[in-house]
């Protein structure tokens, strides 16, 4: 019986356990998969605070890209451009949506090739503490348009 409860409590104790209690939750985390011959991507979803209190946000490494940064879409001189941000900061009880033509997470030079459907481990340092999530790798364009073709 104490072997039972000495895992229960070693469970209720590792990291994973912990992951739970994070200040934010991510939904609809993307990555679009890199269109061959490029060297960045970017990465999408919505990241929303569940705390009382304003946290920070930045982007630490997500594997198998050589550097990431977190981008805003400014515009500048009646064009649109990305600028680097150290930091995103999320009001209490508030989201911030990552997402074309906005805030977004820029990948570069990844080491090997990443393709749809696989699932990269994203690390973010929320408040100071580096935390993993999941970003599910999406095609960057559909292809079922061939479909529309040849209907005789």
Do not use: C, W
Not at 15 to 22: D, E, N, T
Not at 37 to 59: C, L, Q, R
Not at 78 to 103: C, D, F, H, Y
Request: charged content about 30%; overall charge positive; proline content about 5%.
């Amino acid at each position: 019986m104490k072997a039972i409860v000495l895992a229960a409590l070693t469970a209720a104790l590792s990291p994973v356990a912990f992951a739970a209690k994070s200040p934010v939750t991510i939904s609809d985390a993307r990555i679009f998969a890199p269109i061959k011959g490029t060297n960045a991507t970017a990465g999408y979803g919505v990241i929303t605070n569940t705390t009382d209190k304003e946290v920070t946000v930045t982007v630490e490494r997500i594997e198998p890209f050589k550097a990431v940064e977190m981008h805003e879409t400014v515009e500048k001189d009646g064009r649109m451009a990305m600028q680097k941000v150290e930091k995103l900061t999320i009001p209490a009880k508030k989201s911030a949506e990552l997402k074309p033509g906005g805030n977004h997470i820029m990948l570069f030079d990844p080491t090997r090739e990443v393709k749809a459907d696989e699932t990269l481990k994203v690390s973010l340092k929320v408040n100071g503490k580096v935390e993993s999530f999941d970003f599910k790798v999406i095609p960057r364009v559909e292809t079922k348009k061939e479909e529309h073709h040849h209907h005789h």
